[in-house]
């Protein structure tokens, strides 16, 4: 399984663009990018996933360049309702479909 | 549509004890796999149920067993409680066949071993 590696926190403010960059350099072939968020005392949450180029849903935008190294997980004008932690996995497309969540990013949004 | 609970919210044990967690999956979900989140960390994968056979396993010790049942819901059973075993315990159901197998949390047991 891809290892990935983002940054342990970030801050922002309200109405914001926040962008967190995550790193997969040994990404397989058949793995998608999935991102998911936490809020304390909760489960983590569905937010995208997306193989190539751009994916966009109502909640996020997915960035994910040519050579699958990397991807940018993008929150448009986030609110104090985005404090979160987020997660982004490799997840292999075939096999066991466990998920392997890293230590993620930690988001606080301030007024 | 139901989501995915969890039962119970928070539970209490000593050391030595044995404990069961349960999971009642998404309506038409048939696939349940299991979490262990210790404070500060991701969830790391504990084992995976399908059609009522364990489908993939993390690298947890066989005191970690669960079942599942005809109608998806699921137990997590831990025998000898260790220390260690204090954290959030998280089910998670998805399709199999979904292509982009999105898998749905319930909000987890906090579990804590004295």
């Known amino acids: 399984l891809a290892k990935t590696t983002q940054p342990i926190s970030m801050d922002s403010y309200e109405g914001q663009e926040v962008n967190i960059t995550c790193s997969h350099n040994?990404?397989?072939?058949?793995?998608?990018i999935t991102w998911y968020q936490q809020f304390p005392s909760q489960g983590p949450r569905f937010i995208i996933q997306?193989?190539?180029t751009k994916v966009t849903n109502e909640v996020a935008s997915l960035f994910i360049p040519a050579d699958r190294k990397s991807s940018t997980l993008s929150l448009p004008r986030v609110s104090l309702s985005d404090t979160a932690v987020y997660y982004c996995?490799?997840?292999?497309?075939?096999?066991?479909?466990?998920?392997?969540f890293g230590s993620g990013t930690r988001l606080q949004v301030q007024p | 549509e139901t989501g995915v609970t969890q039962s119970p919210t928070h539970l209490i044990k000593t050391r030595g004890q044995q404990v069961t967690l349960r999971c009642s999956s998404q309506?038409?979900?048939?696939?349940v796999s299991w979490y262990q989140q210790a404070l500060g960390q991701g969830p790391q994968f504990i084992f995976q149920?399908?059609?009522?056979?364990?489908?993939g396993r993390g690298n947890f010790p066989p005191r970690f067993s669960g079942l599942q049942f005809p109608n998806y819901s699921s137990e997590l059973n831990v025998n000898a409680l260790e220390l260690d075993d204090s954290a959030l315990y998280l089910c998670?159901?998805?399709?199999?066949?979904?292509?982009?197998?999105?898998?749905?949390f319930g909000p987890g047991t906090r579990l804590t071993v004295l």
């Open positions: 998670a159901s998805s399709l199999a066949g979904d292509p982009t197998d999105t898998q749905y």
């Open positions: 040994n990404i397989a072939t058949n793995d998608y």
């Open positions: 997306g193989y190539k």
């Open positions: 996995l490799a997840r292999q497309d075939t096999g066991r479909r466990a998920l392997t």
């Open positions: 309506s038409g979900h048939n696939t």
């Open positions: 149920y399908y059609r009522e056979e364990e489908n």
